[in-house]
């Protein structure tokens, strides 16, 4: 069992950027894969980025290339998302999710994660 919580959210003007941070507890956090999706309202929930259990291989969405860029570090537990560059249609609620799945690469299957944050809002202004 791991316990995740997303932080960093809030409100910004189009152009600005957040960092999200996710905080990951319980058992040993080096050995999960893990994911940041998106739900905006009355969309379904989407994958933004993806990182592998060393970092080694990426994965982001089409939406996010060249702006976003996640990361983590395991001797804190955290897995973080750097989001440059926001448009107003990256507003969404923002959620962390960590994968059991034994694999060297990141986990773009949104069915293979098992734990979920409660998840942090970001706004976007124009």
């Known amino acids: 069992q791991v316990q995740l919580v997303e932080s960093g959210g809030g409100l910004v003007q189009a152009g600005g950027s957040l960092r999200l941070s996710c905080a990951a507890s319980g058992r040993t956090f080096s050995s999960y894969a893990m994911g940041w999706f998106r739900q905006a309202p009355g969309k379904e929930r989407e994958l933004v980025a993806a990182?592998?259990?060393?970092?080694?291989?990426?994965y982001y969405a089409d939406s996010v290339k060249g702006r976003f860029t996640i990361s983590r570090d395991n001797a804190k537990n955290t897995v973080y998302l750097q989001m440059n560059s926001l448009k107003p249609e990256d507003t969404a609620v923002y959620y962390c999710?960590?994968?059991?799945?034994?694999?060297?690469?990141?986990?773009?299957?949104?069915?293979?994660?098992?734990?979920w944050g409660q998840g942090t809002q970001v706004t976007v202004s124009s």
């Open positions: 990182i592998n259990w060393s970092g080694g291989n990426t």
């Open positions: 999710a960590a994968s059991n799945i034994i694999t060297l690469v990141a986990v773009t299957t949104t069915n293979l994660y098992d734990y």
